[in-house]
């Protein structure tokens, strides 16, 4: 029972994070209706951000506010200069726009090879690996530490896309760019603003991340399947959906590492996903409507 | 008469290159360069099938390393387990390749758009995540080796032009009759494809096996060649997956030799970058005694996974129709070319 | 029994009733009329006939076969072609292929399929665009082009969707023209269609929809006198 209990409050822990990274991926998804496959990638340039400021004896969370302004600009800069120009030209497939992202994961994770080789980086703090009790179960103080200001963004992220106009005019792009266009959104500027607060969330899930979890170039791969995992879960473009996708990713990971395994770990999810796409097409969201 | 004169050229000139390659061997004798051309035709089969279901079909599958790989392992895991001739396992592999394309074809088809690639690319991860994990089976992480038929790459080269020219041609054909309609038609619009006869699902599958047979055939004669597989090598989804569709990006998505082009690009480009453009840096660096000369040389060496990646985008934002689909664009503003009104 | 007809047709979408318990017969070589105001259920209609949608409930009936909820290829073999209200080119195949793709419902060969398609391009006044790209054809020429294909399914029964909607009156006439034409080589006809006079002159009976219902059927004339027709009409017109 403990067990269970344990690997349920791991689960959770690591869901909280794995929602923030659901949401950068859907707001991009919903907006753009592209799905980015650089999206792991650019957590992995927050995380060794974090990493060189880490080194310069900058505390992760501080770091955030670095790394998740810095993220805002290199996402605006790749949506304005190498995706919107796509939307223009006429091509045979209409996933141009997704293997261009494609090509800048690949161009970003070996410019970070170059700069900080393959070998893995710790990003050590006092409270790396200090854990606190409840009754029998243990938690880590930075998994807690990183669901609470997980969940911090992630309200951040509701109130601002529900009470002010900019995010209005997120909603609005994603649901009908055209009918948005008309009521006067410049859509070109919602997607790349939105683009941008994708990966300042995905930056900041790269921060709550390093100081438990090691960091190499080819880190961004994996977690951009896990966010389209989470995203697909959720159902495209639902930001409810994608707090649902992470927990439950982040809940069968678990459970699959601790039952199964650990290289059980990744299986489970895509098993998970592809059952979800034969049986519940559409994700989660179908299910609650929201 | 004009007209006629340059669809003969057209004809003409694929029968050209396939006897230049064919006499190849003969003239060259350096087995350095007769691997590198057995990389490419190897690309010029794996990405002209994936540009037949998604360049022509419109399919956009991330999971082509599913039947790369299980072509490789149908052929290494025969003469693993029943010491069959690895040469036996091509054809199976194939056929391997195209079994597991059904239920591939089941998940995915009924879903578009983003949700196919998500799928393919899923399903492609998860073979590669059992083949690891089926250890007794597949022997896991450790691979498979086998002995190499021949000593000598010259035959090696001549399997793998027969088997590039074949699958090339076949999709010729293919493109000019009944199915590449329906194929082309699928990719412009399911609805109206539909709506005239064309049984959407079915010809997506048929599209989905051929390519998955292509595929498989050189997945297997991968393994005959490099003598060891695997699962990190043969079901990447960097290495075969998305390599898949940047050959074809490259050359010319929906192309009958876009891919062929694009495996060359891709091919020669690697290896430029592979040898620091054939020790250019390294002799420069010594001619000159600058040491930086030299430093660069060694990271261009490792860089041609960065190179590809700048190449990617640098092809999609400038000729988003690749080589041979962007050609009177290339000729007009790179060569000056203008057609004679 | 009849050549065509719909028994009952019901189509909801969630609590959207969009067709409600809509019935009629096409006799053979007849060009049956449709008409209601902007979404009473028309192309619903066209799409349950086609086998787009399953129809929530109601039958339909061809040539003694129950045909709904069957696949779009397979009605599309049984001789129902139909033609798309908003336009469907195969964009980036020149209008020629866009018909042989077509005609290979019905021939094996490429031959076959070729003259085909050159028979009905002539027959449909495409023959000179026939190397154009579809995408790049005028609003005119792709609806002309929707017909050809259709056409090239060699359909007994053919749907026509709103294909007269944005031509000049030039164009208009050569339309009709066309339908007249069709019909002569023998296929029923039925039309969709806002553009009153076209309608009531082409048509041989006219059938009157309503937020899905039925609200008149008959000869041109009766339906033009029908009140309910002409409340619908007025009421949409002053709204
Ligand atoms: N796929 C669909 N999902 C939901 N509602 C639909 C769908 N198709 C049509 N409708 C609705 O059904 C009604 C009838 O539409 P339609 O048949 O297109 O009308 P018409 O062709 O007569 O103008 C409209 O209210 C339309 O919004
Ligand atoms: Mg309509």
């Not at chain 1, 930056?203 to 090691?214: D, H, N, T």
């Amino acid at each position: 029972m403990d067990v269970f209990l344990q690997t349920l409050v791991a689960g959770f822990l690591k869901g909280g994070l794995y929602a923030l990274i659901g949401i950068g991926m859907t707001l991009i998804m919903g907006v753009m209706g592209i799905i980015n496959l650089a999206h792991g990638q650019l957590m992995m340039l927050a995380m060794y951000v974090t990493f060189v400021l880490n080194t310069m004896g900058v505390d992760p969370y501080v770091s955030l506010f670095v790394a998740m302004p810095l993220l805002f600009l290199l996402g605006v800069t790749i949506q304005k200069f190498l995706l919107n120009p796509l939307i223009r030209v006429e091509t045979i497939l209409p996933e141009n726009q997704v293997l261009m992202t494609v090509g800048i994961g690949m161009v970003l994770t070996e410019i970070v090879r170059f700069a900080f080789k393959s070998d893995y980086k710790y990003v050590t703090t006092e409270y790396s690996n200090r854990t606190f009790s409840l009754g029998n179960i243990s938690f880590s103080v930075p998994l807690t530490i990183a669901f609470g200001i997980a969940l911090l963004f992630t309200l951040a992220m509701f109130w601002f896309l529900l009470k002010t106009d900019l995010g209005r005019s997120i909603r609005a792009t994603a649901q009908d760019k055209d009918a948005a266009t008309l009521m006067g959104v410049n859509t070109g500027r919602i997607t790349v603003i939105t683009f941008g607060i994708g990966s300042a969330l995905v930056a900041a899930a790269g921060c709550l991340l390093a100081p438990v979890y090691y960091i190499f170039p080819d880190i961004g791969g994996p977690f951009t399947s896990k966010a389209f995992i989470i995203t697909i879960l959720g159902g495209l473009g639902s930001t409810v959906g994608a707090i649902f996708g992470g927990v439950t990713l982040g809940l069968a990971e678990s459970m699959g590492a601790t039952y199964f395994g650990m290289e059980y770990e990744d299986i489970v999810g895509l098993t998970i996903f592809i059952l979800v796409l034969l049986f519940l097409p559409g994700g989660f969201k179908r299910l609650t409507k929201v | 008469m004009k007209a006629a004169g340059s669809k003969m050229k057209k004809n003409l000139f694929p029968l050209l290159l396939l006897a230049g390659l064919a006499l190849l061997p003969l003239v060259l004798e350096s087995n350095y360069f007769l691997h590198l051309m057995i990389l490419f035709l190897l690309w010029v089969v794996i990405g002209s099938s994936w540009n037949l279901l998604a360049g022509f079909t419109g399919q956009v599958s991330f999971g082509h390393a599913a039947f790369f790989g299980v072509g490789a392992y149908t052929a290494g895991l025969l003469f693993h387990h029943l010491q069959i001739s690895p040469w036996w396992g091509m054809a199976l592999g194939g056929v391997f390749a195209f079994l597991v394309g059904l239920p591939f074809g089941a998940i995915c088809f009924p879903l578009r758009g983003a949700y196919f690639a998500l799928a393919s690319l899923a399903l492609g991860e998860g073979i590669r995540h059992i083949a690891t994990i089926a250890e007794s089976f597949t022997g896991g992480m450790v691979g498979i080796m086998i002995m190499p038929t021949f000593v000598s790459k010259v035959p090696y080269y001549y399997i793998t032009l027969f088997l590039a020219s074949l699958s090339v041609l076949s999709i010729q054909l293919i493109m000019r009759s009944k199915p590449g309609y329906y194929f082309i038609s699928i990719r412009e619009d399911q609805d109206a494809a539909a709506s005239l006869g064309v049984n959407t699902t079915l010809y997506k599958n048929v599209s989905l096996a051929i390519s998955a047979f292509w595929t498989g055939m050189a997945g297997a004669l991968y393994m005959n060649y490099m003598g060891f597989i695997d699962p990190h090598v043969v079901f990447s989804l960097h290495d075969y997956s998305v390599m898949a569709i940047l050959v074809a990006i490259v050359g010319g998505v929906g192309t009958v030799y876009g891919p062929t082009v694009g495996a060359f690009i891709m091919v020669a480009f690697q290896e430029l970058f592979r040898t620091g453009f054939f020790g250019l840096f390294a002799f420069l660096g010594k001619a000159t005694g600058v040491a930086a000369v030299t430093a660069l040389g060694d990271a261009v060496k490792k860089a041609h996974v960065l190179g590809f990646g700048i190449l990617v985008i640098v092809v999609i934002l400038y000729l988003p129709n690749g080589v041979v689909g962007d050609w009177e664009k290339i000729k007009r503003n790179v060569f000056r070319i203008h057609p004679a009104k | 029994m009849a050549f065509f007809r719909v028994e009952k047709l019901v189509k909801t979408f969630g609590g959207l009733t969009a067709v409600n318990g809509v019935s009629f017969d096409v006799e053979q070589g007849q060009i049956f009329g449709l008409i209601g105001p902007n979404g009473s259920g028309k192309t619903t209609l066209f799409n349950m006939i086609s086998g787009v949608y399953t129809p929530t409930s109601g039958k339909v009936l061809y040539k003694d076969r129950e045909i709904q909820g069957m696949k779009p290829h397979k009605i599309c073999k049984l001789g129902i072609g139909r033609t798309f209200q908003v336009v469907k080119p195969l964009g980036r195949m020149t209008v020629r292929d866009n018909v042989i793709a077509a005609s290979f419902s019905r021939v094996n060969s490429m031959g076959e399929a070729r003259d085909n398609a050159m028979e009905i391009l002539d027959f449909c006044g495409l023959t000179p665009v026939k190397a154009t790209l579809a995408k790049s054809l005028p609003i005119a020429g792709r609806k002309r082009l929707e017909i050809a294909r259709a056409l090239a399914t060699r359909p007994d029964l053919l749907l026509l969707d709103e294909t007269a909607a944005g031509l000049n009156p030039t164009e208009l006439l050569s339309a009709m023209n066309l339908i007249r034409r069709i019909r002569e080589n023998g296929t029923t006809v039925i039309i969709i269609e806002h553009i009153m006079h076209v309608i009531m002159t082409i048509s041989d009976r006219i059938h009157a929809i309503n937020f899905g219902t039925t609200i008149a059927e008959g000869t041109p004339k009766e339906v033009a006198a029908n009140q309910a027709v002409i409340e619908a009409y007025l009421g949409t017109d002053y709204a």
